[in-house]
């Protein structure tokens, strides 16, 4: 990835004002695209990257860390919640289609506010619209607990993905605590929140439902009986309130109001003391158009609408991934599934949470320096393929011969695949942050990609799940043809991400 090569501040302001321009000169660019002219990544490659502010991005991660909590910890006991209620009738091909529509309903919910807040953060600040969404999250949290009728789950549901918007302004932030010579190291943080959130969620949903039944010496009261989910929703909600205090006490605002463009300055300036070199850079030649938010119809050009569009194919696949696995462990092996527990489907996924952290955060930024982030995005979308053909793999192989070591290693396998195709939100996210035409729109351009994420989310569970339910009860393909269809899916979106140019530097041209 090409870098800028660091300068005296003398030096600098000569090249930006020669940049300006020239940029200017040329009337086939927008002044939206001049802006991020003034100090592109086309320069020589940088010695001495700028260190990046790692207390700042530590505290950020927290709020992610509680999107992923919110989003991960009902999965392990979705499925069993449906089957108790009296709205399935004991047909157990229903349950996939009311607990896709839960998960699906999340989404829709989160799709029509994330854009919102995402724009709010570019005007009032980052900070508070984070500490608002947590304290959204946390409550709502709380009555999912207590609701015992699928009316009462998805309104709760809903809330928390109404609340649950704060993805697009911790991105918008990681962009800014970061520049042209870090941001890959420091994006390789990001999946580590996530990862965690991965593991405690689960964790905390699969452990901690009926502890009536599994700890039956602490939990006696009948309350615990007839509210068997609580205790999960209620540790979820109380964690989400460590990261919040830790942002209200730590986290500084990355978006600062009332400065003049002279005296602006970046939080990896003001904790590094050194001056940003990248989109976000401010600096006395910069025109008025820096330092507002950019239309919504001027943001979209091509490349960027390109961006955003893999963004969404991936995120598609991947929630179709997490909301299909949770269903095919629970599922009956006559069935189609391994019939796992709540308990071990929770330890499963939380495993891969502790794999894909560590892999994220020490092997993701040499994967790049190795292949560069085209190449390894194109990597990683192709591992989709036979993360779901191993699922097919799997169910036939249960059938014969029960939970074996063939199938254990099987799912280890595809647990590995999985975390190496994480990598992927990663390396496209890096396109987004390149692409931003000034640090005042990064926040609406991560909204419309996390929105677009939440749109394909809504469909992508109850259409995964709809199609598994469909595929058993009609024996579609020998029962596997959920698994073909995905497939055939992923081959025909595999041309997107060759269209993308081979340098960051050319995203938003």
């Known amino acids: 990835m090409n870098t800028i090569q660091t300068l005296p501040l003398e030096q600098q302001d000569s090249m930006i004002s020669s940049q300006f321009n020239r940029a200017s000169a040329d009337q086939d660019i927008s002044s939206d695209d001049q802006a991020l002219l003034l100090y592109s990544d086309s320069g020589s490659q940088t010695k001495r990257p700028t260190p990046l502010p790692k207390f700042q991005i530590s505290v950020l991660l927290l709020s992610g860390l509680v999107e992923a909590v919110a989003s991960q910890y009902i999965y392990p006991f979705i499925n069993q919640s449906i089957r108790e209620l009296d709205i399935t009738r004991g047909d157990e091909t229903k349950v996939g289609y009311y607990a896709g529509m839960i998960v699906s309903l999340f989404f829709a919910t989160q799709a029509m506010t994330t854009l919102q807040w995402s724009r709010a953060s570019d005007r009032v600040g980052r900070k508070p619209v984070l500490l608002l969404c947590i304290i959204g999250v946390s409550l709502s949290m709380l009555c999912f607990g207590l609701s015992r009728t699928f009316t009462t789950l998805v309104l709760s549901h809903c809330i928390t993905g109404a609340m649950n918007g704060s993805a697009g302004v911790m991105k918008s932030?990681?962009?800014?605590?970061?520049?042209?010579?870090?941001?890959?190291?420091?994006?390789?943080?990001?999946?580590?929140?996530?990862?965690?959130?991965?593991?405690?969620?689960?964790?905390?949903?699969?452990?901690?439902?009926?502890?009536?039944?599994?700890?039956?010496h602490l939990f006696?009261?009948?309350?615990?009986?007839?509210?068997?989910?609580?205790?999960?929703?209620?540790?979820?909600?109380?964690?989400?309130?460590?990261?919040?205090?830790?942002?209200?006490?730590?986290?500084?605002?990355?978006?600062?109001?009332?400065?003049?463009p002279a005296k602006a300055t970046s939080p990896v300036e003001r904790e590094t003391g050194h001056l940003e070199a990248g989109y976000g850079t401010v600096n006395r030649q910069q025109g008025p158009s820096m330092h507002t938010p950019v239309p919504l119809r001027q943001l979209l050009n091509a490349s960027r609408v390109l961006c955003i569009a893999i963004y969404g194919v991936l995120a598609t696949f991947d929630i179709i991934l997490w909301a299909l696995l949770p269903l095919f462990y629970s599922t009956p092996i006559e069935f189609g599934g391994l019939g796992f527990t709540p308990m071990i489907i929770g330890l499963c996924m939380s495993g891969f949470g502790a794999a894909n952290g560590l892999v994220q955060a020490f092997c993701f930024a040499p994967f790049v320096n190795r292949l560069g982030v085209k190449t390894l995005l194109r990597v990683c979308h192709a591992c989709f393929i036979p993360i779901f053909?191993?699922?097919?793999?799997?169910?036939?192989?249960?059938?014969?011969?029960?939970?074996?070591?063939?199938?254990?290693?099987?799912?280890?396998?595809?647990?590995?695949?999985?975390?190496?195709?994480?990598?992927?939100?990663?390396?496209?996210?890096?396109?987004?942050?390149?692409?931003?035409?000034?640090k005042h729109s990064l926040g609406a351009l991560n909204g419309l990609a996390q929105t677009t994420a939440s749109v394909v989310r809504v469909i992508g569970p109850a259409s995964a799940m709809s199609l598994f339910a469909y595929s058993i009860q009609h024996n579609f393909i020998a029962g596997y043809g959920a698994y073909f269809v995905i497939i055939l899916a992923i081959i025909a979106t595999t041309p997107l991400c060759a269209m993308l140019p081979d340098n960051l530097t050319d995203t938003n041209h």
Do not use: H
């Open 173 to 216: 932030m990681l962009g800014e605590l970061t520049d042209s010579t870090n941001r890959a190291k420091g994006f390789a943080w990001f999946p580590l929140a996530c990862s965690l959130g991965t593991i405690l969620g689960p964790a905390i949903g699969g452990t901690l439902s009926w502890p009536q039944d599994n700890f039956p």
């Open 220 to 260: 006696t009261s009948p309350f615990w009986g007839e509210f068997p989910y609580f205790l999960p929703c209620s540790v979820a909600a109380g964690f989400s309130m460590l990261p919040f205090l830790a942002i209200l006490l730590f986290l500084k605002e990355t978006l600062p109001r009332g400065l003049t």
């Open 389 to 438: 053909g191993i699922m097919a793999m799997v169910s036939w192989l249960a059938k014969l011969w029960g939970i074996s070591r063939v199938v254990w290693g099987l799912l280890a396998f595809q647990l590995l695949l999985t975390v190496v195709m994480d990598m992927s939100f990663t390396c496209i996210l890096m396109y987004i942050t390149a692409a931003a035409p000034n």
